[in-house]
């Protein structure tokens, strides 16, 4: 072909033509070794081959054209095979180049086997390994999951919690620090008994004890924020008095003890479990 690579994109199948990068020898240097170029080649295949050729117009081309058509293509359609027959061959020199052939094409189709078997190997490897990194994928995705949903459990029960807590948290910030107090009376009230019932529990279980005309908390629970001291005022006229300051009579105070809301609900947890210990042993 006077223009070879025209020729190879119009006849050759682009499936059977490879372009590569090589080394071209060009001449010969001054020191005697080859002058090389790298210039990029198209490489064809045995189909790719046999389509140039009979593309081709040469006569070399053409009596190669014509010997497939005529000879080798009939036979090989009539027979199934296509062995090479010299004028003035014997029949038993054709049948023995009928067995060469054959041996020779077992021989391919033997290794054409092998090669398809080791194909097929390592096709078969290459999907266990694959298989393999699945499964190991598919553990991690359900490790992943399952911390997932734990991470999703951990979050509700910490919502929980929260739920649960917000209203003692509120509780403690809104009513146990309040400044609002509450006398034994009214404590006592709540429970069903008198203040006189309530305080003597509280001397016997060591929590208040009676000193100087009032109730006082111990030292274990002094710092705990239960209870205040209150003062009372109480003025007494003179029945004699005219009104004036001087002639009004006497002042007396008198200090007692109230219970804050902590000391209120400090009291009502000791009854409850007062109550939870007569069930027991009852």
């Given amino acids: 072909y006077k223009k070879s690579r025209n020729a190879v994109n119009q006849l050759v199948n682009p499936l059977d033509a490879l372009k590569q990068g090589a080394w071209v020898v060009t001449g010969i240097k001054k020191d005697g070794t080859d002058a090389k170029r790298f210039q990029q080649m198209i490489y064809v295949s045995e189909s790719g081959f046999y389509a140039l050729v009979l593309g081709s117009k040469l006569s070399t081309a053409v009596k190669f054209k014509n ?7 009939p036979q090989i359609r009539k027979t199934g095979g296509y062995i090479p027959v010299q004028q003035g061959e014997s029949d038993e020199e054709t049948i023995r180049h009928a067995e060469e052939i054959l041996r020779a094409t077992l021989k391919e189709k033997e290794n054409l086997l ?3 078997r080791l194909q097929i190997e390592q096709q078969k490897k290459l999907i266990g390994e694959q298989d393999t990194e699945i499964r ?4 991690v995705v359900d490790e992943q999951v399952v911390r997932i949903a734990k991470s999703g459990d951990n979050i509700i029960q910490l919502e ?4 649960n807590l ?3 948290a509120l509780y403690s910030d809104n009513v146990l620090d309040s400044v609002s107090c509450f006398t034994t009376t009214q404590i006592a009230k709540e429970l069903g008994i008198t203040a006189q019932e309530l305080n003597r529990s509280l001397c016997a279980l060591h929590i208040q004890y009676y000193q100087s005309g009032q109730y006082l908390l111990y030292a274990d629970y002094a710092h705990m924020g239960l209870a205040k001291s209150r003062t009372r005022y109480s003025a007494f006229l003179d029945p004699k008095s005219d009104g004036r300051q001087e002639k009004m009579g006497r002042a ?3 200090t007692y003890l109230v219970w804050t809301e902590r000391g209120r609900k ?3 947890d000791l009854a409850q479990r007062y109550l939870e ?3 027991v042993y009852s």
């Fill in 136 to 139: 190991r994928l598919n553990d």
């Fill in 67 to 73: 010997w497939v058509t005529a000879d080798v293509l």
């Fill in 160 to 163: 929980n919690q929260v739920g």
């Fill in 266 to 268: 400090f009291i009502h």
């Fill in 114 to 116: 092998k090669k398809q």
């Fill in 252 to 254: 007396y105070t008198h």
């Fill in 277 to 279: 210990l007569c069930e």
């Fill in 166 to 168: 917000l209203p003692k």
